[in-house]
């Protein structure tokens, strides 16, 4: 049964439910002012209203069985257990993640039957909160390009204006969560993955640090760690509650990292991340003047942010980003912290040849195993039978040489960070453009000489193995497009980044207030 026809509720009634973010939903639910059932009912009844028009969600769950399991969760809570923060709640898992039961299809027609056997990391540990799994989330073949459209399911359009893209790979996770079919959502990070699409939702989206977030099962555990999973929320106490469940080793994946994030509540009125029990998830701040969570009257006092803006001219920047970022900058300089331009001393040129190698090595391999079916390569995207074509002349002396160019980098960003806590960098080099194009084939001018040249500015994290982060910096001049700041934070610094951001969000209740319109005819 789909349409949620047996219990009558009302659009009113689902709207006030579904505004909850997260973290007040499970309160609601585990002191039994909402049943789980009530929460589910609330969820499918706006997804089948919206979804349609939406495409975020695809290959969504009967109703009958999600309900039948809200059934279950509530008669856990009346026996007085709980399996965790994410109770009840429904969650979309993007398709390049397994769950068990749903076609993990990456977006391509190839795969459109590959129902997964068994669940992954992140999906299990979800799961073993709480978590009822609706459906899987929208995204390009792939992953590849941050634009959500294929062959498979079509494309997403962007929450806020149906005429442009809604970014990627995790935009249907973006807009479904920015449109509250979902109350938080997962994604995964390559080359802004998480970021992208959540800059064009005016939500949040993290990519934790290498190793935070353990991927399994993967053909690969030892080289392959430039791709990340991670959480997208509607507020940062939400993205750090959800990355606490998906955050953890997994011996199975041995260079996944100790320490879970467990213990990151706001502390009561602070408007700050309280302290994080992990030991290993906060860098040391040197000789900084800030104190982290000091205190709510500034939570921000004295953190030292390097805005490094448009690497000095090499990006190239559509008119308006660069602003909508130092307004946002200003606010946490507002706020008292101490914000200055900052340059990145590196050879960027050698730094983008060098990400070719690496990207070209780790997709090439995805593409060639599916290159053996019948016809595969009349229906594979040709950009990724481009990054096939071009990994096939990779030698090894080729990518040891784009590690060593990846180290050398590493070691320039610990020395900024010697003076600075967090860097600042806009989240996307162009406002969202119309979802009829492939990518941007120009940026203020310049020609961009490959597919993902427009997204260049989100490998500077992906390519230290630092967490990155997309917080909301307002919207464009017509008022329908969000842009984003992106915070970089120090070497395996997710929770201190974390209470950065819930800092900022607390001078940023104008533009979080904001609501995208629903889709026209829903």
């Known amino acids: 049964m789909n349409g949620v026809n047996a219990v009558a509720i009302s659009t009113a009634m689902t709207d006030g439910m579904t505004d909850l973010n997260a973290d007040a939903l499970s309160r609601a639910i585990h002191a039994r002012e909402l049943s789980c059932r009530e929460v589910m009912l609330a969820y499918l009844a706006r997804i089948h209203r919206l979804n349609p028009a939406l495409n975020a969600i695809v290959n969504l769950a009967d109703d009958d069985s999600l309900l039948a399991q809200a059934d279950e969760r509530d008669a856990e809570l009346a026996r007085g257990a709980?399996?965790?923060?994410?109770?009840?709640?429904?969650?979309?898992?993007?398709?390049?993640?397994?769950?068990?039961?749903?076609?993990?299809?990456?977006?391509?027609?190839?795969?459109?039957?590959?129902?997964?056997?068994?669940?992954?990391?992140?999906?299990?540990?979800?799961?073993?909160?709480?978590?009822?799994?609706?459906?899987?989330?929208?995204?390009?073949?792939?992953?590849?390009g941050s634009h959500t459209f294929n062959d498979l399911f079509g494309a997403t359009p962007n929450a806020w204006d149906a005429r442009v893209s809604?970014?990627?790979?995790?935009?249907?996770?973006?807009?479904?969560?920015?449109q509250r079919l979902l109350p938080v959502a997962d994604g995964s990070d390559?080359?802004?993955?998480?970021?992208?699409?959540?800059?064009?939702?005016?939500?949040?989206?993290?990519?934790?640090?290498?190793?935070?977030?353990?991927?399994?099962?993967?053909?690969?555990?030892?080289?392959?760690?430039?791709?990340?999973?991670?959480?997208?929320?509607?507020?940062v106490v939400d993205l750090a509650r959800l990355l606490a469940v998906q955050a953890g080793h997994d011996a199975r994946v041995p260079l996944s990292l100790e320490g879970t994030l467990d213990g990151l509540p706001f502390a009561a009125g602070a408007g700050a991340l309280g302290d994080?029990?992990?030991?290993?998830?906060?860098?040391?701040?040197?000789?900084?003047?800030?104190?982290?969570?000091?205190?709510?009257?500034?939570p921000l006092r004295g953190l030292r942010v390097a805005w490094l803006g448009d690497l000095g001219g090499h990006l190239a920047m559509e008119d308006g980003l660069l602003q909508a970022c130092t307004n946002g900058l200003a606010r946490m300089a507002g706020a008292g912290a101490v914000v200055e331009p900052a340059t990145l001393t590196f050879n960027l040129d050698r730094l983008w040849q060098a990400w070719l190698v690496w990207r070209r090595a780790l997709v090439g391999p995805r593409v060639a195993a599916l290159l053996g079916r019948p016809g595969a390569r009349d229906v594979i995207k040709p950009e990724a039978l481009w990054?096939?074509?071009?990994?096939?002349?990779?030698?090894?002396?080729?990518?040891?040489?784009?590690?060593?160019?990846?180290?050398?980098?590493?070691?320039?960003?610990?020395?900024?960070?010697?003076?600075?806590?967090?860097?600042?960098?806009p989240v996307t080099q162009v406002w969202p453009f119309a979802i009829a194009e492939r990518w941007p084939q120009q940026i203020a001018g310049r020609t961009m000489d490959t597919y993902h040249r427009w997204m260049e500015v989100t490998l500077y994290a992906t390519f230290a193995g630092l967490p990155g982060m997309s917080v909301p910096a307002g919207f464009h001049a017509n008022g329908r497009w969000p842009a984003g700041l992106q915070l970089i934070g120090k070497p395996r610094g997710d929770a201190e980044l974390l209470r950065v951001a819930a800092g900022y969000e607390t001078l940023i209740t104008d533009w979080l207030a904001q609501r995208p319109p629903e889709p026209a005819g829903a």
């Open 82 to 144: 709980s399996r965790g923060w994410m109770h009840g709640l429904p969650q979309a898992i993007k398709d390049t993640g397994h769950a068990q039961g749903f076609p993990t299809t990456y977006g391509c027609t190839l795969l459109k039957g590959a129902v997964a056997t068994q669940d992954s990391v992140m999906t299990a540990r979800m799961k073993a909160a709480g978590a009822i799994i609706v459906g899987k989330t929208n995204m390009p073949e792939f992953g590849l």
């Open 166 to 178: 809604a970014g990627g790979s995790s935009g249907g996770a973006a807009v479904a969560l920015a």
């Open 190 to 235: 390559f080359m802004g993955s998480l970021r992208n699409p959540a800059a064009w939702a005016n939500i949040f989206g993290l990519r934790p640090s290498q190793g935070r977030v353990p991927y399994w099962p993967a053909a690969d555990v030892w080289v392959s760690q430039l791709a990340t999973e991670g959480p997208m929320a509607r507020s």
């Open 276 to 298: 994080v029990a992990a030991g290993d998830n906060s860098a040391g701040n040197g000789s900084s003047g800030y104190q982290p969570g000091a205190g709510a009257s500034s």
């Open 387 to 425: 990054e096939h074509d071009q990994a096939q002349g990779l030698g090894y002396m080729d990518f040891m040489r784009a590690s060593e160019v990846r180290t050398a980098y590493h070691a320039c960003l610990l020395g900024l960070f010697e003076h600075y806590d967090v860097l600042a960098l």
